[in-house]
């Protein structure tokens, strides 16, 4: 038996709906201006620029209804939330922002049992276990100095508990959702409502073209992108995300 320098922390795992099995995080990537109006509103013309991927940490990801145990790792085998945890259907307000901003999106589950690369966008629903929907939180302010410095928009997207989840659907119940509504409410007023039929990108384009840029693994996400409408979050602001038929999340900043 190997021994360790210092103790681990469990992998972050997600619920499962309708399953008491458990879903392993392994790495979290995300797709930037995949719907045309996000583009467009961002101040870039997608007839010009495809989309592109960035990452977030696999344990910046976390089931909304859950939160993020003190100390992190896996909220099924851990304790309360603490002064580093998240409680169950929260979401810090991070520091270092004056603007942080929602994106709702369709999150894409990698399954199988193999490495995944060169996929043909033809075969790469196979790989897709399932789907649920998340919020993309972003320190905008961030993001645009990093942009205007040309440097890297890692803390703008990166930070802890940037990534609430819903609970994952297997593809095998649900299905692959080409088209279905996706929209974000705060205090219970529409700010984002688009159409996954509006994805600038598909998702077996997506996941074909990631699997040309990196070897996916079962236990990978992918952060497929935001419609138009992003916007700030104050503390104490109600969220509410869903893609009809697919899932939904609810959380309040704090
Ligand atoms: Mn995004």
Redesign the pocket.
């Known amino acids: 038996m190997t021994s360790l320098a210092l103790p681990t922390v469990a992998a972050s795992t997600l619920p499962i709906e309708g399953s008491a099995e458990r879903w392993p995080i392994r790495r979290v990537y995300?797709?930037?201006r995949n719907y045309a109006d996000h583009a467009r509103e961002m101040g870039s013309d997608p007839d010009r620029e495809p989309p592109f991927f960035f990452s977030k940490p696999a344990d910046a990801v976390y089931a909304a209804s859950e939160g993020i145990p003190a100390g992190g790792g896996d909220a099924a085998s851990s304790g309360a939330a603490g002064a580093t945890g998240v409680a169950p259907g929260t979401t810090p307000y991070p520091p270092r922002t004056e603007e942080l901003h929602h994106?709702v999106?369709l999150v894409v589950a990698i399954g199988g049992d193999r490495e995944l690369v060169d996929l043909d966008p033809a075969a790469a629903l196979d790989a897709v276990w399932g789907y649920t929907v998340g919020i993309?939180l972003?320190r905008r302010d961030r993001q645009a100095v990093a942009k205007s410095s040309g440097r890297p928009w890692d803390l703008a997207k990166g930070f802890d508990a940037s990534g609430p989840v819903g609970a994952l659907v297997p593809a095998e119940r649900l299905g692959h959702p080409a088209a279905a509504r996706i929209h974000l409410e705060v205090n219970g007023a529409t700010r984002q409502d688009g159409d996954l039929d509006q994805q600038i990108w598909s998702v077996p384009e997506i996941v074909a073209e990631l699997s040309r840029e990196i070897a996916l693994r079962p236990g990978d996400l992918i952060?497929t992108?935001?419609p138009a409408g992003v916007g700030p979050l104050e503390r104490g602001d109600a969220v509410r995300a869903t893609i009809e038929g697919v899932a939904s999340l609810e959380v309040r900043v704090v």
């Open positions: 995300c797709v930037g994106e999106e993309d972003t952060f992108g935001t």
